[in-house]
């Protein structure tokens, strides 16, 4: 019997190594499609030998999306940025290039496809970000109408950029000045975001069942807070106390003008606009319940990777 034959396109990112993972340990070929396969040479471990193999692919290059689609079953598409850098736009990657993947796929006679998203990509949104993501998700489900949609909350897990950002930000100020405060959020474990991608690109829960495909599921955690209320407790957990300064979205907005000319830059205006908007699933959408999986809540993630923050790290009581 042949081995099923995975590609993941941006699968060297925070959720690209877990779902890399979980592919791997259920038997499949995995295809990591990156810009820079050199980088992503940490994947390999996570596999037999040669079970991961590493391909340079660029969605601004369709012929090198094709050479990391051809053969695949099926077809998991990851990529996303967060600001805008060079070339490396939200129009061409988040929307373009997520309507090439799915149309390359198509053509390739893919089986199926998983396309992540995130919580409120919408038309209507004032967010860059949150408009491409609507546009791409669009874009995959007209060339490739039983593509799978993913669009979780934040993500987090021991190498995400939120609340180790924060945790950075906490040892190193003396307050915590934070737009949108009382934004709130439904934190979701990367772990159960991958295995959800990962059950999405068999196309079903059983043989002949195809529940997943043309269907958009909204993945949070099983607790919904605000930005305000995430950093304090995740304060309490390193053991650190910054007083919570709330920044007016005017004056929010003047330094993102500002912090966005950097390199990498650690908030931007578009992300500003992001905070402006609750990030929650929605009422009577799809979500864990249609893949069996019991969301993990904050209180099962963070003691994992929030000691290192610890004044004695874990040798602190917690």
Do not use: C
């Not at 077809?75 to 988040?94: C, D, P, R």
């Not at 109408?145 to 939120?162: K, M, Y």
């Not at 007083?243 to 907005?253: E, N, T």
């Amino acid at each position: 019997m042949k081995e099923r034959l995975v590609t993941v396109f941006g699968g060297s990112g925070f959720i690209g190594r877990y779902i890399v993972e979980q592919l791997a340990r259920e038997g499949a070929q995995v295809r990591v499609a990156v810009r820079r396969p050199n980088e992503a040479l940490f994947l390999k471990p996570l596999g037999d030998l040669g079970q991961i193999k590493l391909m340079a692919a660029n969605l601004k290059n369709e012929p090198s999306v094709r050479r990391a689609v051809r053969g695949a079953d099926a077809v998991i598409n990851l990529v996303g940025i967060l600001f805008n850098s060079g070339g490396q736009t939200f129009e061409a990657l988040q929307a373009e290039g997520a309507g090439l993947v799915a149309r390359v796929a198509a053509e390739e006679g893919v089986k199926n496809m998983v396309h992540m998203s995130a919580l409120g990509a919408t038309h209507a949104s004032d967010s860059r970000y949150a408009r491409t993501k609507a546009m791409g998700e669009d874009a995959v489900l007209a060339a490739f109408p039983t593509a799978t949609i993913l669009r979780p909350s934040v993500v987090i897990g021991p190498e995400d950029g939120f609340y180790n950002r924060f945790a950075k930000l906490v040892k190193l100020l003396p307050v915590l000045p934070i737009p949108g405060a009382d934004t709130k959020f439904q934190p979701v474990y990367v772990d159960d975001v991958a295995k959800a991608a990962v059950m999405a690109s068999h196309g079903g829960l059983t043989s002949g069942d195809r529940a997943f495909e043309g269907k958009t599921f909204e993945l949070g955690g099983p607790r919904v807070m605000s930005l305000r209320a995430l950093l304090e407790d995740m304060m309490d957990r390193i053991g650190t106390r910054r007083p919570i300064i709330r920044v007016p979205w005017g004056l929010a907005m003047l330094q993102a003008t500002f912090l966005q000319m950097l390199p990498n830059p650690p908030l931007t205006r578009d992300q500003v606009t992001l905070l402006r908007s609750d990030n929650v699933v929605s009422e009577g959408a799809l979500g864990f319940e249609a893949f069996g999986i019991k969301p993990t809540g904050i209180a099962g993630v963070l003691p994992r990777y929030s000691q290192q923050y610890r004044p004695k790290g874990q040798f602190k009581a917690s």
